[in-house]
């Protein structure tokens, strides 16, 4: 099981249309590759159809929330408190890599299943997630920050190439 999970790292206090606008783009990309999605540290929702219908009243993106609706119902979808291990290894996506932690394509692609963290917000991933991060994966492979829904992009189509054999050599595959 592969999960693709937002950090709230933006507003703790108040929902913006940042965070609606974001779960609207992540969710049809893990629709799309069979994956799971989770939400970590959004207090403001208690319940997982809260999300769904908050996110289906605001947009239009991914056919009016069509697709997070589907994860739901799927039970692809989580609101979360905690890295719980039934998601896996925690690998936190960062341009910055604690080297100690740095994880190449050829890791992805022997997981069982992981939870790939992006931070929602400027100040991408806080150090304590970092920290908690048994990996991190750095996607461009020249230490480029990009911005949260292009990382989740770039991200998820890496992972589903790796995972799905649609590569000659791993080993020699340059990211971008």
């Known amino acids: ?7 709230n790292t933006y507003d703790k206090l108040k929902l913006h249309e940042a965070h609606l606008r ?7 990309i893990c629709y799309a590759f069979d994956f799971h999605l989770a939400l970590y540290d959004f207090p403001f929702w208690k319940r ?3 999300v769904v219908d908050a996110v289906c009243d605001y947009t239009t993106i991914g056919e009016g929330g069509k697709y997070l609706r589907e994860l739901h ?12 291990s039934r998601f896996g290894e925690i690998v936190a996506t960062t341009s910055k890599p604690d ?4 994880i190449s394509l050829d890791d992805i692609a022997r997981f069982r299943s992981a939870i ?12 304590d997630v970092l920290k908690k991060a048994k990996y ?4 461009t492979g020249k230490n ?3 911005e949260t829904c292009t990382a989740i992009g770039v991200v998820a189509t890496l992972i589903w190439v790796v995972r799905h054999g649609r590569h000659k050599n791993v080993s020699e595959t340059r990211v971008l």
């Open 144 to 146: 480029v920050s990009l």
């Open 22 to 28: 974001s779960i609207a783009r992540i969710a049809p």
């Open 99 to 102: 080297e100690s932690k740095k």
């Open 73 to 84: 119902e799927s039970g692809k979808f989580h609101l979360i408190e905690s890295f719980e």
């Open 116 to 127: 790939f963290l992006f931070g929602l917000g400027r100040k991408g991933l806080p150090k």
């Open 136 to 139: 991190h994966f750095e996607a």
């Open 1 to 7: 099981m592969i999960t693709l999970c937002l950090v």
């Open 48 to 50: 997982e159809e809260e």
